[in-house]
């Protein structure tokens, strides 16, 4: 009945102005580092031009409830005394269901005597991540231009970030790889976020997590608190929503890829649930204009949190993804390039999930959270050369089982211990088989058959200090990481941070410390021979060691404005580099689909990325909001010979404009992205040839690692949302998205080909054209 009634009511959005039924907000207010409640704390709504329309106070629970409010978009502001004032902006309030906001006000540290001033913040600080931070609520990525719903893509909009290659979504922060990013979804480590990933590497097609179910999301792109490791670049911490309170209530998403329903609710005060299934059907858009590949998947998300007591709460995630790909011979013979395609396209299938339940405990002076949780993730490759004779086949099965318990305390006003540690059980079993040929260095034919489980553990503790009344902030801490399967298996990062307000509206930050990261479980597998006696050929790898730097000076003119500039420098040492091919380390790889770092390495490889940075982000506070980042970077890596090269992540300039404009119902987005050209290395024309009649591929000329550089990227991306709300019961959301507005061709690379048509024998690879698409969500 539902799925007759919704294209309907969508068709409908378009031509209905938005209608006013008396809604509410209900959430929380608590103190940030101890998670106690705050009874009694004031909550006002203030609408675009800051009145106040509605308040209320806290009860002993910290919850607070405010109704009576018409569909639309609001701030939210929470003060209480003894704490600095906190503003959301971007708060929706819908016609199916109430909103949900949670405040974690941080106390206000003053010199005796001091007179107090209370600001509304619309920035939240972290004292013990002064720099490097940005945190985005669900509408900040939800209408991100071009976005996808992926919130990797989102992301790109953030200074010191880059990626350039519009069919897939890695995160290269600051000079680094995509294999060198975290994630922790409800204080739940997962191993990967993305359709398609590529094994060792983590980067992907498109993202996993359903961003309707996003509370805020923190991104660190360098410098972040001890708790974190085995990152060298970035961590990526969402925090999801609960279930609404009350009856029954979800949504129905169609996007440009897929379909999504969400569903969630809850049982009483204490017990609430959240659950979605999304199902592509890019495969049916690529068959209809026949292109070889047809990409399908599947993805389940659970969040699940219960309040035992009045100090206990469980939280259960999980996350479930079905990948699926196919290719296809095109109908049409003379197609040449698209049998290329078809050629040189793995076979990539894969099977992954990640179930986890972490337990907050409040205790006096702070709490505690306990976080157990299994990941798994199986990898199929395959892939044939022209006589249907196997080039590669690989089957893997990664797993861990991960256990760690994290610690905040405030022990005096201003003073505060974070205090954790953890250990995991890691295993992988993998059955390998890559043919030598010219194009991937190997000496002979790598076959091997592994079955590997090994551990690992961390330990962290960090002490974080306000003084000079609140206007200087210092951190602290150290943390060593350890496993049991490397000959070097032990690492230490010490971590030191600080800030300090200088006028009422600016202040400087500084950041110095050792980023460790262990080498992939594909990396670890790889043995010296066919038998199960073999030794494994990679266990003098070693963690890899990421020396930082940073600094920075931020202007808040208005409340609702920041301006920041930022410097860093990331010194790299013990990369990977091929045995095979010294010139090779690892961290030029990751950039496409398939599998990195399954061949016998070496820790010789040193790096350098540094760089400064130059933001500005505007919250929406009336009709406005904007986000402009700038970003001048070098990125350099070595082989065994210590030579310094651009790396494949060397992007020099990288300009990101995003912002628009909401007018009633409606909203109208821009995001601009320019890049200067990446670096690629030439072919070699002898062993191409070779390579060709195998597996239509060419063989790069590693003598000329990273010489010669596409063309500028640029591409303009546009969104028009139209929200509507229906009979006071459904509410929802009509888009159209235009990617790369101005049609311009963006080369990211080129590939050898003997196609006739092409007597240069190199084919230019070229982004996305224009695309528009339209979707539609629909609340119930």
């Known amino acids: 009945m539902l799925a007759r009634l919704f294209p309907p009511l969508a068709a409908l959005a378009l031509f209905l102005a938005p209608e006013a039924h008396a809604q509410s907000i209900t959430g929380r207010v608590v103190d940030a580092v101890t998670q106690q409640t705050l009874p009694g704390a004031n909550v006002a709504v203030l609408d675009a031009s800051g009145e106040i329309l509605a308040g209320a106070a806290t009860d002993l629970d910290g ?60 920035f939240e600080d972290e004292p013990d991540a002064p720099v490097s931070v940005t945190a985005l609520g669900p509408e900040e990525i939800r209408r991100t231009p071009g976005g996808q719903n992926d919130i990797s893509r989102s992301l790109l909009a953030l200074p010191g970030v880059s990626s350039g290659v519009d069919n897939r979504n890695d995160l290269l922060v600051r000079g680094g790889g995509p294999s060198e990013n975290a994630y922790f979804v409800d204080g739940i480590e997962v191993p990967q976020i ?39 670049s970035s961590v990526l911490v969402v925090e999801n929503r609960p279930g609404s309170p009350g009856l029954l209530s979800g949504d129905i998403t169609v996007g440009a890829t897929e379909t999504a329903l969400s569903l969630d609710g809850s049982s009483g005060e204490d017990f609430n649930w959240i659950f979605s299934a999304r199902r592509s059907y890019l495969q049916l858009l690529f068959e209809l204009i026949d292109l070889p590949i047809r990409p399908a998947y599947w993805d389940f998300q659970n969040r699940t949190e219960w309040d035992v007591t009045d100090k206990d709460r469980l939280v259960f995630f999980g996350l479930w993804a079905v990948d699926d790909f196919d290719i296809a011979q095109p109908e049409d013979p003379d197609d040449f390039e698209g049998q290329e395609i078809a050629s040189r396209v793995l076979d990539n299938d894969q099977r992954s999930y990640t179930a986890g339940l ?89 076959a091997f058959d592994a079955d590997l489980g090994l551990w690992k553990g961390f330990g962290y503790t960090q002490i974080t200090a306000k003084a000079a009344g609140g206007k200087l902030a210092l951190t602290g801490g150290v943390r060593a990481d350890g496993t049991d399967f490397l000959d070097q298996g032990f690492s230490v990062s010490p971590r030191v941070s600080a800030s300090v307000d200088l006028t009422d509206q600016i202040s400087a930050s500084g950041a110095v410390g050792r980023f460790t990261q262990s080498p992939e479980l594909v990396s670890l597998a790889v043995r010296d021979g066919v038998s199960p006696e073999a030794p494994y050929a990679n266990r003098g790898l070693r963690w890899i060691a990421v020396d930082q730097v940073i600094g920075g000076l931020a202007l808040t003119p208005v409340p609702s404005l920041r301006v920041s500039l930022e410097g860093f420098y990331k010194q790299y040492d013990d990369y990977p580099v091929s045995v095979s091919d010294p010139r090779v ?51 350099e890596f070595t082989g065994a010979d210590g030579v310094y090269k651009p790396s494949a992540w060397d992007v020099r300039h990288n300009l990101q404009l995003t912002g628009g404009i909401r007018l009633g119902g409606w909203e109208i987005g821009s995001k601009l992205a320019f890049q200067s050209g990446r670096p690629f290395t030439p072919f070699d024309f002898a062993a191409s040839e070779v390579e060709y009649a195998l597996s239509r591929r060419g063989v790069l000329d590693l003598d000329r690692l990273n010489q010669e550089r596409t063309s500028v990227y640029t591409r303009w991306d546009v969104r028009v949302d139209r929200r509507f709300s229906i009979a006071g019961r459904v509410n929802g959301n009509v888009y159209l998205d235009v990617q790369n507005i101005l049609d311009r061709e963006n080369v990211f690379g080129v590939q050898y080909t003997e196609d006739p048509a092409v007597p240069s024998r190199l084919r230019e690879q070229s982004g996305i054209g224009r695309l528009p698409s339209v979707g539609f969500s629909v609340e119930f």
Do not use: C, M
């Open 194 to 232: 993305n359709h398609f990933a590529t094994q060792g590497a983590a980067g992907g097609a498109l993202g996993l997590l359903n961003v309707d179910f996003i509370r805020e999301a923190t991104f660190y792109t360098g410098g972040f608190p001890v708790r974190y490791g085995d990152a060298g």
């Open 63 to 122: 919850a607070f409830s405010l109704s009576g409010l018409r569909a639309g978009n609001y701030h939210l502001q929470a003060s209480f005394v003894g704490y600095d004032t906190q503003t959301r902006t971007d708060v929706v309030v819908q016609a199916s269901r109430p909103t949900f906001v949670l405040f974690e006000l941080r106390e206000t540290t003053t010199a005796l005597g001091e007179e107090i001033t209370v600001t509304a913040g619309f």
């Open 358 to 446: 972490s337990w907050r405990r409040l205790v006096p002076g702070g709490f505690f959270t306990t976080a157990f949780s299994r990941s798994y993730q199986e990898f199929f490759f395959n892939d044939r050369d022209e006589a249907g004779d196997p080039l590669l086949s690989n089957i893997s099965e990664e797993a861990a089982w991960r256990l760690r318990t994290d610690g905040d305390l405030r022990l005096a006003p201003g003073l505060t211990l974070g205090v954790g540690g953890g250990a995991s059980r890691e295993t992988i079993a993998s059955d390998f088989f890559q043919r030598a040929t010219p194009a991937n260095r190997l000496p002979a034919d790598l």
């Open 585 to 635: 380390s690892l961290a030029n790889l990751g950039g496409d689909f398939g599998v990195i770092g399954a061949e016998p390495l070496a820790p010789q490889g040193e790096g350098r990325a540094y760089g400064v940075e130059l933001s500005a982000q505007k919250r929406l506070t009336s009709k406005v909001y904007g986000l402009g980042a700038y970003t001048l970077a070098w990125s």
